[in-house]
C-alpha cells in the first residue's frame, strides 16, 4: 500500500545545500520524502503560509535574520511544523539556543550523512505525532471534565431544589394544622362577637334612657369611660382583620404546596395561570420592593406537564427580573395561546442585557453577579427544562428599556 510522500521545506540561502539534501533523501525508498526550497526567511514565511509542511529544515544564519528569528516569528503565527535548524560545528550556544526557543533538533552543516538526516527527521516526526495526541488527550479530557462538572452542578442545583421542595410540604404541612383551628377558632369567636354586639347595642339603648341616681345611669358613665363604643367596634374588625390573615396564611401553604408538588406525580395535568401565580407568591418578597407587578393572563387549557420544573424556570425569570431593576421598575407576566401553544413572558423594565452578554446567558456557569452569588446555572437549567417539554425560550433585550423573557411549550404532552 503506497503512501503519500512526506513534505519537507527548506529554508536556505545556498541551492547547493538544498541540492545536497535532496540528494541525501533520495538514497531511501522512492518518494518517502518531498523537498522544497525556500532561499530566504521571508519567502520561507511565504511558502509555509501557502502550504502545509510536515517538517522544516532552517540554516540558521539567513542573511540579516537566523534560526532564532524563525522559530519566533513561528510563535507568533501559532502552531506550525516541527523545525530542525541546521547549525555552524563549534557554536554549541547556539545549539542549545535553538533548542531553547522551540527547534526539535538541530544538525551541524556538513556533518551530517543520509542516516542521520533521516533518524532526525524520524525524530520530529514522531515527536510532532506524540504531541498530537496528548494535545488531544488534553482536549478531550478538559471537554470530559466540563461536561462531568455540568452535570455535577445540575444534579445539585435538582437535589438542592428537590430539598427545598420537600422542606417546603414538610413546612406547609406543619402550618396547615395550627392554622386550620386558629382560623375554625376566629370564625366561631365573629359569630359570638355578633350576638354580643347585639346585646351591647340594646344595653347602649338602656343606659341612653336611664334616669339619673339609677342603676343604669352609673352603668353609662362606666360605659363612657371604659370607652365601649370604640372596644365594641373595634373587636369586630380586629376579628375580620385576623381572618383575612389567616386566609392569607392558607392561600400561602397552598402555594407552597403547589410549588413543591412533592405529594403529587411530577408528571401531570397543570394550568401554567396557576404555575406563575404560586411560583408569585413564594418570591413576593423578592419583587415588592423593587418592582410593581403586573398580571396579564390570558385563558388557558390545563396541560400535561412537569409543574415542579416550570415553577423553577418561572422562579428564575422572576428573581432575574427583580434583579435587573436597580431601583423601582414594572415587571409584567403575560400568558396567551398561539397556534396551539401555551406562551408566558416575564417583562422587566430594568437594565437591559447587551448583545455579547445576551448570546452567552443560557451556557452554563455564565454568570454578570458577583463571585459568591451566582451559580450560572439558572438560565441554563431553565433552558433545559422547557426544552425537555419539547419548548423554546427566548430572549429578547434593549440596554436601558428592559428584558423580555418568553416561554413556549406545546400544550401536547412532553416525553419523558
Not at 513561528?74 to 506550525?80: A, M, S, T, V, Y
Not at 418578597?285 to 415542579?308: D, S
Not at 452554563?364 to 427544562?385: H, Q, R, V, W
Amino acid at each position: 500500500m503506497s503512501t503519500s510522500p512526506v513534505p519537507i521545506l527548506l529554508v536556505d540561502h545556498d541551492e547547493k545545500d538544498f541540492n545536497a539534501a535532496r540528494a541525501l533523501l533520495e538514497q531511501f525508498e522512492t518518494d518517502t520524502y518531498c523537498l522544497d526550497w525556500a532561499p530566504d526567511y521571508e519567502a520561507g514565511l511565504r511558502a509555509l503560509s501557502k502550504g502545509a509542511y510536515a517538517l522544516v529544515l532552517v540554516e540558521y544564519h539567513l542573511g540579516g535574520k537566523t534560526g532564532l528569528d524563525f522559530l519566533q516569528s513561528l510563535k507568533d503565527r501559532g502552531p506550525e511544523a516541527p523545525v530542525i535548524v541546521l547549525t555552524e560545528k563549534g557554536d554549541r550556544e547556539v545549539d542549545l539556543q535553538v533548542m531553547r526557543e522551540g527547534a526539535y533538533d538541530f544538525l551541524i552543516k556538513g556533518e551530517y550523512d543520509a542516516s542521520l538526516l533521516e533518524r532526525s527527521l524520524r525524530y520530529a516526526l514522531s515527536r510532532r505525532k506524540t504531541e498530537e495526541h496528548l494535545l488531544h488527550t488534553a482536549r478531550e479530557l478538559e471537554r470530559m471534565n466540563s461536561t462531568l462538572k455540568e452535570t455535577q452542578s445540575r444534579i445539585i442545583q435538582q437535589e438542592k431544589m428537590a430539598s427545598i421542595g420537600q422542606l417546603a410540604a414538610g413546612v406547609a404541612h406543619e402550618i396547615n394544622n395550627p392554622i386550620g383551628f386558629v382560623s375554625s377558632n376566629l370564625r366561631t369567636l365573629a359569630k359570638y362577637a355578633d350576638s354580643v354586639t347585639g346585646f351591647f347595642k340594646e344595653l347602649q339603648r338602656l343606659l341612653a334612657d336611664a334616669p339619673a341616681g339609677s342603676p343604669l345611669h352609673a352603668l353609662k358613665d362606666q360605659w363612657r369611660d371604659r370607652q365601649l363604643d370604640y372596644a365594641v367596634e373595634d373587636m369586630i374588625d380586629l376579628i375580620q382583620e385576623s381572618l383575612e390573615g389567616t386566609d392569607r396564611v392558607v392561600k400561602i401553604v397552598k402555594d407552597l404546596k403547589n410549588f413543591s408538588r412533592v405529594d403529587e406525580a411530577e408528571h401531570q395535568h397543570a394550568n401554567i395561570n396557576d404555575c406563575l401565580d404560586s411560583t408569585i407568591n413564594i418570591v413576593w418578597n423578592e419583587l415588592k420592593y423593587k418592582a410593581q407587578l403586573t398580571k396579564e393572563y390570558g385563558a388557558l387549557p390545563r396541560i400535561k406537564c412537569f409543574p415542579r420544573l416550570l415553577n423553577q424556570v418561572f422562579m428564575n425569570l422572576l428573581v432575574n427580573a427583580s434583579h435587573a431593576i436597580e431601583k423601582q421598575g414594572v415587571i409584567t407576566v403575560k400568558t396567551w395561546q398561539d397556534n396551539g401553544s401555551i406562551v408566558a413572558s416575564v417583562s422587566d423594565t430594568g437594565c437591559g442585557i447587551p448583545e455579547p452578554i445576551r448570546k452567552k446567558i443560557f451556557e452554563p456557569f455564565f454568570t454578570t453577579k458577583e463571585a459568591g452569588k451566582g451559580t450560572g446555572l439558572g438560565l441554563s437549567i431553565a433552558y433545559d427544562i422547557v426544552a425537555r417539554h419539547k419548548g423554546e425560550i427566548t430572549v429578547d433585550s434593549e440596554v436601558g428599556r428592559g428584558t423580555t423573557f418568553t416561554v413556549r411549550v406545546p400544550a401536547l404532552e412532553p416525553q419523558s
